[in-house]
């Protein structure tokens, strides 16, 4: 697999992923529980 499988089609940025911990950790995502937030721009179809 290689990042032309991502449906955005480029390789995902650290800050990307870091951004996405920083706003599960902040109070703005308080109400969020039990889920899976997949930070992998497109490429997981589902099983």
Known sequence: ???M???L???GDPREVAETI???ASERASY????TILVD???Y???
């Open 41 to 43: 721009g497109g490429v």
């Open 32 to 35: 969020v529980r039990g889920q």
């Open 5 to 7: 499988d991502a449906a």
């Open 45 to 47: 179809k589902g099983s």
């Open 9 to 11: 089609k480029r390789l």
């Open 1 to 3: 697999m290689n990042h």
């Open 22 to 24: 920083v706003w599960l």
